[in-house]
C-alpha cells in the first residue's frame, strides 16, 4: 500500500490544520493506521493511532485536547485534525500503515510510509 500525506503549510500559533493520508494500491481498512512527526534535529515521535474501524484512538500527551484522528475507508483516507497549534508542533508529519488492526505508538510496528508533509507553526 502506498500512503500520501496532504496538507501541511504555515500556520500561526492557534491556528489549525486538518492533514490527510490517502491509500493507493489497495484498501487500508483493515489496517491501523498512526500519524508520527519528526523535528528538526529529532527523533520521529509518535502523534496519534487509529484501529481499523476508528472505534480506538491514542493520542500522544503533547496533543491531548487539541488533534483528533479520524478515518473514513470509503475514502481509503485517515485525516488528522490538529486545532491550538503551537510552534513546538512545527515538524514534518508522517503517516504510517500497521500490518495489523492496531499499530499502537510504536514506530517499529507501522510497515508503510508516507513521505511526510511539512507543517510550520509560527509565533
Known amino acids: 500500500v502506498q500512503l500520501q500525506a496532504s496538507g501541511g503549510g504555515l500556520v500561526q500559533a492557534g491556528g489549525s490544520l486538518r492533514l490527510s493520508c490517502a491509500a493507493s494500491g489497495r484498501t487500508f481498512s483493515n489496517n491501523g493506521v498512526g500519524w508520527f512527526r519528526q523535528a528538526p534535529g529529532k527523533e520521529r515521535d509518535f502523534v496519534a493511532g487509529?484501529?481499523?474501524?476508528?472505534?480506538?484512538?491514542a493520542y500522544a500527551d503533547s496533543v491531548k485536547g487539541r488533534f483528533t484522528i479520524s478515518r473514513d475507508n470509503a475514502k481509503n483516507t485517515v485525516y488528522l485534525q490538529m486545532n491550538s497549534l503551537k510552534p513546538e508542533d512545527t515538524a514534518v508529519y508522517f503517516c504510517a500503515a500497521a500490518r495489523l488492526p492496531w499499530g499502537g505508538d510504536e514506530a517499529r510496528a507501522y510497515h508503510y510510509w508516507g513521505q511526510g508533509t511539512l507543517v510550520t507553526v509560527s509565533s
Open positions: 487509529i484501529s481499523w474501524r476508528g472505534a480506538s484512538t
